[in-house]
Nanobody
Framework: QVQLVESGGRLVQAGDSLRLYCAAS????????MGWFRQAPGKEREFVAG????????HYADSVKGRFTISRDNAKSMVYLQMNSLKPDDTAVYYC?????????????WGQGTQVTVSS
């Protein structure tokens, strides 16, 4: 079992910055690829950012490139999503996810989500 808990979501204004946090099981974290997904009301869940097991490789959705940064600290079993220049379109529930094989091609574990609301 991989346990994931997100935090950091809140109401912010357009143009603000926000950092999301995901805490993962210590004994599994170093082998996991990690990702952030989001789902807005009435929309399908979409990929936002991913990072491989070592943190060397990252990938971003086009909509967030240049604004969001995913990072991880394996010693702390944490993954982060730094969000800058937030837009109302970024409003969604953000989910942390884990891929056990470390690549990031199949996310099998999910957190409970944290709400991010960006006002215009």
């Amino acid at each position: 079992q991989v346990q994931l808990v997100e935090s950091g979501g809140r109401l912010v204004q357009a143009g603000d910055s926000l950092r999301l946090y995901c805490a993962a099981s210590k004994h599994t974290f170093s082998s996991l690829a990690m990702g952030w997904f989001r789902q807005a009301p009435g929309k399908e869940r979409e990929f936002v950012a991913g990072i491989n097991w070592s943190g060397v490789t990252t990938h971003y959705a086009d909509s967030v490139k240049g604004r969001f940064t995913i990072s991880r600290d394996n010693a702390k079993s944490m993954v982060y999503l730094q969000m800058n220049s937030l837009k109302p379109d970024d409003t969604a529930v953000y989910y942390c996810a884990a891929d056990p094989d470390g690549i990031g091609d199949s996310y099998n574990y999910w957190g409970q989500g944290t709400q991010v609301t960006v006002s215009s």
